[in-house]
């Protein structure tokens, strides 16, 4: 299985985003993480397959909505109120060893190439 990940772009400050990550097969968990330049990788959002369980970063409740479309293996994060220090390469990730460490960025197999975010103040 393969992850692509897409959306990515130049936003200003407040302004929004959806990113995509299509799954070339069969996943359950897919989840969101993202790093910015001198950061380690960080957990975003994570969705149970049919997109009914969801867990999100705290910093990023409230205006970041991840779904799922489970027919089209195709994760989505929705990305609203955006600020500057969103900015960082977004990378989906799928087929988590344990469903006990969903945040956990070493509990994934499966990677996407990155999308760029960038907001601009």
């Known amino acids: 299985v393969q992850l692509q990940a897409s959306g990515g772009g130049t936003v200003q400050a407040g302004g929004s985003l959806r990113l995509s990550c299509a799954a070339s097969?069969?996943?359950?968990?897919m989840a969101w993480f993202r790093q910015a330049p001198g950061k380690e990788r960080e957990f975003v959002a994570v969705?149970?397959?049919?997109?009914?369980?969801?867990d999100y970063a705290e910093s990023v409740k409230g205006r970041f909505t991840i779904s799922r479309d489970g027919a089209e293996n195709t994760s989505y994060l929705q990305m609203n109120s955006l600020k500057p220090e969103d900015t960082a390469v977004y990378y989906c990730?799928?087929?988590?060893?344990?469903?006990?460490?969903?945040?956990?960025?070493?509990?994934?197999?499966?990677w996407g190439q990155g999308t760029q975010v960038t907001v601009s103040s």
């Open positions: 969705s149970s397959w049919s997109g009914f369980t969801t």
């Open positions: 990730a799928a087929s988590p060893k344990s469903r006990e460490f969903l945040r956990d960025v070493r509990n994934y197999a499966l």
């Open positions: 097969g069969r996943t359950y968990e």
